[in-house]
């Protein structure tokens, strides 16, 4: 029996981000928790890091460059 991936979440100036990991990388989604907020071209995407916390960075980064453009 195949456990399930590990799966995280976060909140980050008004936006959802739920990581999953998948094999060696992680599998991120990025989505507004408010209507006002801008929707992210690439809401989901793959890292190329096995570190839970380069990964955040990069889904923080995303919604940062949302918010300034």
């Excluded at 100036?13 to 990581?19: C, D, S």
């Excluded at 990388?25 to 992210?40: A, E, H, K, M, Q």
């Amino acid at each position: 029996m195949r456990s399930q991936p590990p799966q995280r979440e976060a909140e980050y100036r008004g936006y959802k981000i739920k990581m999953e990991r998948r094999d060696l990388c992680w599998s991120v989604r990025v989505s507004p928790t408010r209507p006002d907020l801008p929707i992210i071209a690439r809401y989901s995407f793959r890292t190329i890091t096995q570190s839970e916390r380069a990964a955040i960075a990069q889904a923080k980064q995303r919604v940062d460059r949302a918010l300034s453009g």
